[in-house]
């Protein structure tokens, strides 16, 4: 069976394809951008198509003769710079993505979204699949956030063309392969000993991502078409405070120990808004990381703990791992 993969070079995408290699699956295709880092896959002997999400035309070409496909690849940029980027990756590769699928007569699609499409919650009351409200997230103009809820609705439209769609909405992912870096924009400087604040309450849920992509690999045998299933872990609700401490103590370090009024906090964020517009850069701490950094962000798996049997690996080990690899590759 042939199985696609887009952001095959990312923090999920190079750990799925790993991971489906693990499994026995052989005949894998990817889709590699020009300007991307291969590290996550040079070791594999997987078909790599040229193309890019927002190219029709590279898509067509590379899910011809395709049975499966998952669908990472994504702009996770919450820079207000980076709006316009995000919504042509997000929502409109999307589209472009489902519609070579629909017309290639793919048989089956795993669309990853994002529990950020989802509105805030409490740890004592986190959310799923059926959460009421967006609004809290929308109320946040993180470009991230609103470019992935477009891109889910427009994904959901091709249910009615008769496309075959499970959607998967992964929690914050910690692993290895993470080339970017992505979460490892939390755990590197926590692992160095540098993170000396914390964000008042905020919180989120935490996953490691090789549980994602075994919940992916889940959804794609046995996902109800149409069905979205939130893959987290239920013990990976932690604050923000939590977290950090986790991964300095781990790495020998000391835990954060100020507590970060908002308010200095959303200065901070807007004064690296005005900086990353005057001398163009994207600023990786910026307002819309700010805001969401004192917000409750918690999620329950237990949808796709019981209909795919989502495992459910501690977060600890994520976090071992992560840094070990970090550490491996010279980030640390």
Not at 178 to 194: E, H, N, S, W, Y
Not at 211 to 231: H, N, P, S
Request: proline share 4%; hydrophobic share 40%.
């Amino acid at each position: 069976m042939k199985i696609f993969i887009t952001g095959a070079t990312g923090l999920l995408g190079g750990n799925l394809v790993r991971h489906l290699w693990s499994k026995g699956e052989r005949d894998l295709r990817v889709l590699v951008r020009a300007s991307s880092k291969t590290l996550a896959i040079d070791d594999l002997q997987v078909e790599r198509v040229p193309g890019d999400i927002r190219d029709p035309g590279s898509l067509a070409a590379a899910v011809s003769g395709v049975e499966q496909v998952h669908h990472c690849a994504a702009s996770i940029s919450q820079w207000q710079g980076n709006r316009r980027q995000s919504y042509e990756i997000n929502v409109n590769g999307t589209v472009n993505v489902m519609e070579a699928c629909l017309k290639a007569g793919v048989k089956r699609v795993v669309y990853v979204s994002t529990v950020d499409t989802l509105g805030f919650s409490s740890r004592e009351n986190p959310a799923d699949e059926n959460w009421p409200e967006h609004q809290s997230m929308a109320r946040m103009k993180n470009p991230y956030f609103d470019s992935k809820y477009d891109a889910e609705q427009e994904a959901k439209k091709f249910l009615s063309k008769g496309l075959d769609l499970v959607i998967v909405k992964p929690t914050t992912m910690i692993g290895e392969w993470d080339v970017k870096p992505a979460t490892g924009q939390l755990i590197i400087p926590a692992a160095r000993g540098l993170v000396k604040v914390y964000p008042g309450d905020g919180g989120g849920s935490f996953v490691d991502a090789l549980d994602v992509c075994e919940g992916m690999r889940l959804a794609m045998q046995k996902g109800r078409t149409g069905e979205a299933y939130i893959l987290g872990n239920e013990r990976g609700n932690m604050t923000y405070r939590e977290f950090f401490a986790m991964v300095a103590g781990l790495a020998g370090k000391s835990p954060p120990w100020i507590r970060m009024p908002k308010a200095i906090a959303l200065l901070a964020g807007y004064a690296a808004d005005a900086a990353g517009a005057v001398f163009r850069f994207e600023a990786e701490f910026n307002s819309s990381v700010a805001r969401i950094a004192y917000a409750n962000h918690y999620f329950t798996s237990r949808k796709a703990i019981a209909e795919l049997g989502m495992p459910q690996s501690g977060i600890e080990g994520a976090v071992k791992r992560a840094v070990a690899w970090f550490t491996k590759y010279g980030y640390l």
